[in-house]
């Protein structure tokens, strides 16, 4: 089995969205599963200078930029086609998503990789029987609120590329009540396995 964890905070140290991830980790990692891990704020690129959308470029027309790019582009792809297991942790900044998870979803959009169209011109994401878990924290939006751009967005995000099993692990609002948003994060996480 091989787990890709993903995080997103621009928080190393003392970030919530991260401990809990690696909780979640711990939790579901047997002897013998292999764990590709992703820290978005170490390497992370965006998408600019294109002619296509898709991620497409003629070859003859890629810059040393582009070419970094795609070089990442591939990666990001390999990694989620590889994977069984998907752990994405994100904090919630300005009510949507941390710059670097955008920026990372834009590189894994691609096609003929991970969403294809359709001859009606409907896509289809490439990307099936895998499982998603997401470990979404926020200071004071309220997870699914009106207010929540983050958790909607990455959820048709990976339906979008054919991952459809997705279990959403939350600490929303820490700022109001953090002792209470950590113990039902931890509930969460605890009751997600339990027979």
Known sequence: MKIYQIDSSARKKGSTSRALAKKLLDKIKKPGDEVIYRDLDDEMLFVSGLTESGM????????EEHKKMFDLSEKLVNELKES??????????????????????????????????????????????????LVITSGGTKLN???????PWLKFILNFFGIDKVEVISADQMALDYEKSIKEANTQIENLFKD
């Open 145 to 151: 609120s009106s207010e929540d751009f983050l958790t």
């Open 56 to 63: 497409k470029i003629d070859k003859k027309d890629q810059t």
């Open 84 to 133: 069984d297991i998907i752990i994405i942790s994100a904090p919630i900044y300005n009510y949507g998503p941390p710059a670097t998870l955008k920026a990372w979803s834009d590189l894994a959009a691609r096609v003929g990789e991970t969403f294809r169209f359709k001859p009606n011109g409907r896509r289809e994401g490439l990307l099936k029987n895998k499982q998603a878990y």
